[in-house]
């Protein structure tokens, strides 16, 4: 062999031996979740408590950074502009996604990859009993007579936007009713202001309890278990509207893939321990709610693809 021919093989030795050293020596510091939410919201317990355990499943300390502002830009800025080497994770929810759709965003749908989904909570199709309507069938039969009065949050959030993808993929008319709050917009549901309406089953449940709101369908892939005779869109032949208020962590897309695989497994372990499902449970969620990279992934993709689509529509977009 060559002198020439020895150099390089000792080259390409120090460059595999190199490449492990880093695979093995990850992580060598703490784990930093960027979130964009106040202290003691939604986000900000839903990661506080995934990292009770995640410390001893990583090997490192872990911390929650917030950085609020913007629909999640200063946290998408934040995390973008640090080393892509996976110490650092940023927590994501639909109002990231709508940022980045609306074309607000630092970063792009295509900037970052899916590591693991915290929570997911999908939204149920409900209406005031005193519609008559005992299926989506009905609702969209009757809407071509009169828009249907739908009720939700803020226009160009996530219930609006649910709410347009559905009208545009089933042909109902939906007249879209925002509301500064959802206790204003149930309380409005409830009394018949409103014939339908987007809930997540922990705003619906007394209501559906009670037998004042009757649950039509689910966006989502599959059924609930707190609600098994109530039938996915997919199953009602709409496909493809899938929105929840969903949680979960992702990364800059050019973090090493060993260094993601990592954070997924460890993630994923800290969230099947009994500490995190008490969490679930609490807030009515379930062991279902936790999923890994793949299904975290493409859900993120799929829910930014009909924001992306319905913004467009309603002439949102920047």
Request: hydrophobic share 40%; charged share 20%; net charge negative.
């Amino acid at each position: 062999m060559t002198i020439r021919k020895h150099v390089l093989a000792a080259c390409a030795a120090l460059s595999v031996a190199a490449g492990v050293a880093a695979a093995e020596d990850f992580p060598s510091q703490a784990i930093e979740v960027v979130t964009h939410a106040s202290a003691g919201g939604g986000t900000d317990t839903t990661a506080r408590t995934m990292l009770i355990r995640a410390r001893k499943e990583l090997g490192t300390d872990a911390f929650v950074q917030i950085k609020k502002g913007g629909g999640g830009t200063v946290a998408m800025s934040y995390a973008s502009n640090k080393p892509a080497d996976g110490h650092t994770v940023m927590a994501i929810t639909p109002t990231h996604l709508i940022t980045m759709a609306r074309g607000r965003a630092p970063i792009g749908i295509d900037d970052i990859k899916g590591v693991v989904r915290s929570t997911d909570d999908p939204i149920i199709i409900v209406v005031n009993k005193e519609t008559g309507f005992s299926s989506l069938d009905d609702l969209v039969a009757a809407s071509s007579q009169s828009p249907i009065k739908w009720g939700g949050t803020q226009a160009g959030g996530i219930d609006h936007i649910a709410a347009m993808t559905f009208a545009s993929k089933s042909g109902a008319k939906v007249a879209y009713v925002p509301f500064d709050g959802g206790g204003a917009m149930i309380t409005n549901l409830m009394g018949g202001n409103l014939q339908a309406a987007g809930l997540n089953y922990g705003e619906a449940v007394d209501g559906i309890d009670s037998g004042d709101f009757v649950p039509l369908a689910i966006m989502a892939k599959e059924r609930l278990a707190v609600l098994p005779d109530t039938p996915t869109l997919g199953e009602l032949g709409i496909d493809g509207v899938n929105f929840s208020t969903m949680r979960g962590v992702v990364v800059m897309a050019d973090t090493p893939q060993d260094r993601i695989d990592y954070l997924e497994k460890g993630l994923m372990s800290s969230m099947q321990h009994g500490t995190y499902q008490a969490y679930l449970s609490g807030i009515g969620l379930d062991a279902t709610s936790v999923t890994g990279a793949e299904v975290w992934d493409a859900q993120i993709r799929e829910m930014y693809d009909n924001i992306y689509t319905t913004l467009e529509e309603l002439g949102l977009r920047k």
